[in-house]
T-cell receptor, first 112, second 115 residues
Framework: DAKTTQPPSMDCAEGRAANLPCNHSTISGNEYVYWYRQIHSQGPQYIIHGLKNNETNEMASLIITEDRKSSTLILPHATLRDTAVYYC?????????????FGKGTLLTVNP | NAGVMQNPRHLVRRRGQEARLRCSPM?????VYWYRQLPEEGLKFMVYLQKENIIDESGMPKERFSAEFPKEGPSILRIQQVVRGDSAAYFCASSPRTVNTYEQYFGPGTRLTVT
């Protein structure tokens, strides 16, 4: 049972902002939204997470809608090295919460 | 501050041989997780270990697979009598014990090819 829905692929021009959407319409009150990415032939890399407020770090910004049913990961100035599969994950703070469940994600291709 | 280390990065085994995959967690991390990524698929959880304890092995195949995380040394994922279907990328992740956040730091993976 899929907790998140992401488009399979997106393109972005180098230097422009990349906005990656994620739907999580069944998210519950204690569930966080986490984003990871996987560059080809490497392990997944943690990017950012949030509960209900917008978050920003050195890598990206995370915008969560007020109803928390969707979110957008923003890479403000995409570079060629940002080409990767991006995974949106809903994570609960209780129970067997260590089992990260990766779906198919969004393949972001940054073009020169 | 070294990240999660895995070795070997690439491993080729013939059917019926044993494969041993090693994972050294980040310094200060005592929680280790193994995931498997089959070709063209997402990562799937296999097992969660703490030092000398298996906490959850619900994602491990019932036969031929085992994992350990001894008091000293790396975590080992062992696959006995490998078959072609075991060909995959195996990723190890580690985490510290933190409250309210859950970030797992992944290693570069071991790509197992069974011929």
């Amino acid at each position: 049972d899929a907790k998140t829905t992401q488009p399979p692929s997106m393109d972005c021009a180098e230097g422009r902002a990349a906005n990656l959407p994620c739907n999580h319409s069944t998210i519950s009150g204690n569930e966080y939204v986490y984003w990871y990415r996987q560059i080809h032939s490497q392990g997944p890399q943690y990017i950012i997470h949030g509960l209900k407020n917008n978050e920003t770090n050195e890598m990206a910004s995370l915008i969560i809608t007020e109803d928390r049913k969707s979110s957008t990961l923003i890479l403000p100035h995409a570079t060629l090295r940002d080409t990767a599969v991006y995974y949106c994950i809903v994570w609960s703070s209780g129970g067997s919460n260590y089992k990260l469940t990766f779906g198919k994600g969004t393949l972001l291709t940054v073009n020169p | 501050n070294a990240g999660v280390m895995q070795n070997p990065r690439h491993l080729v085994r013939r059917r019926g041989q044993e494969a041993r995959l090693r994972c050294s967690p980040m310094k200060g991390h005592s929680h280790v997780y193994w995931y498997r990524q089959l070709p063209e698929e997402g990562l799937k959880f296999m097992v969660y270990l703490q030092k000398e304890n298996i906490i959850d092995e619900s994602g491990m195949p019932k036969e031929r697979f085992s994992a350990e995380f001894p008091k000293e040394g790396p975590s080992i994922l062992r696959i006995q009598q490998v078959v072609r279907g075991d060909s995959a990328a195996y990723f190890c992740a580690s985490s510290p014990r933190t409250v309210n956040t859950y970030e797992q730091y992944f290693g570069p993976g071991t790509r197992l090819t069974v011929t």
